[in-house]
C-alpha cells in the first residue's frame, strides 16, 4: 500500500462537504474518481497534494512516496517557458544538469568532485534526460500543442495550461500521481496517447474523470456520494453493474423502511386510542409502553436518508 486515505471533516464554513472519504491505493494502482459535481473530487486532491491542510482526518504515505498532482491554480510569472516549466517537474533532471553545467569550472584535478562528475553524466544518460527535451516538444504537439515549447509558460489559455500539467505528470516519475479531467481539452489524437500513458504507467494514478475511455484502464472506482466515498473493484463498466445492484438493494429496503413507517404511525394512533378508552391502570401502561416503543422504532427509521444514486448522463 502507498497511501492510506482517511478524510472524517472537510467544511466550508457551515457547510460540511465531506465526512467519511476513507480508502486507500496501492502501488502502481489506476484509481478512477468520480461523483456529481460539488461533492469535492478536487478538494479532496487539494488535500492529498498537501496544498489544502484545513480538515479532519489523516494522510498517511509509505516513507519515501513522491505524490504529483496537477496544479488547480498557476502563478508562474516571468519569463519561465514551458519547457522549463516541465522540466522543474523533473528534480533529478534539475539536479543533475546543474552539476553538469558547473562542476567542469569547479572541480579541477579534484578526483572527488571528478568522480561525481562521471557519475552525474552516466545517470543523465540512464535516465534517457540528452533526449527529454525533444521528447517532450514531440508531446507537446501531440497534445495539440505545438511550437509552445519556447513559449513562457503565462501566455498560454486556461485550457494549454492543463495540457502542459498532463505532459508535466506524464514526465515526474513519482510514485503516485493526481490528474484532474485530464482529457477536457483534448482532441483523439490527445487522448490515445495520455491513455496509453495510463495503460503503461509505473506509478500509482488516481484520476478524476466522467471519460469513458480512460475509466475503462483503471483498476478501481472511487465515487464520492453523500460526504463518504464507496470503492468498487474494477473499470468503469464493473462499477456500473456493481452499483445497479447495490442500488436496487437499498431501494428495496427502503421501500420496506417506509411500509414500516406507515405500519407504526397507525400503530401510535391505535395505542393512543385504547390507551384512552382503557380504564384499567396496568391496561394503560401497556398500552402507554407499546406506544412508546412504536415511536422510539418510528423516530429512528424517520431518520434514516433515502438511498442516493447518480449515473454520469454523458457517460450514460
Known sequence: ??????????????????????????????????GRNGVGKSTMFGILAGTDTDFTGNIIYRRGTTVVATAQEHHVTGDQTVLQYVLAGLSEY???????????????????KIEEYTAALQRFDDKGFYQIEEQIERELANFQLPDVAHRP????????????????????????????????HMDYVAKAQFVEWLKGAREAVLVITHDRDVLAEVDRIVELKDGGSVSYKGNYDAYLKQ???????????FELIEKRIVNLKQKVIDYQRLKEKSRNPGTIQKFKRLEEVSRKELAELQAKEKPSFWIDKESA
Not at 502507498?2 to 467544511?11: C, G, L, N, P, Q
Not at 503516485?176 to 482529457?183: Q, S
Request: aromatic share 4%; no cysteine.
Open 1 to 34: 500500500m502507498i497511501a492510506d486515505i482517511e478524510i472524517t471533516e472537510k467544511s466550508f464554513g457551515a457547510k460540511l462537504l465531506m465526512s467519511n472519504v476513507k480508502f486507500s491505493v496501492d502501488d502502481g494502482e489506476k484509481v478512477g474518481v468520480i
Open 94 to 112: 534539475t539536479e543533475l544538469s546543474h552539476g553538469i553545467e558547473t562542476y567542469p569550472e569547479t572541480m579541477g584535478d579534484d578526483m572527488r
Open 153 to 184: 509558460f503565462s501566455t498560454l489559455s486556461g485550457g494549454q495550461k492543463r495540457l502542459v500539467e498532463v505532459v508535466k505528470i506524464m514526465h515526474s516519475d513519482a510514485h503516485l500521481a493526481l490528474v484532474d479531467e485530464p482529457t477536457n
Open 243 to 253: 452499483n445497479a445492484v447495490s442500488t436496487g438493494s437499498q431501494m428495496n429496503e
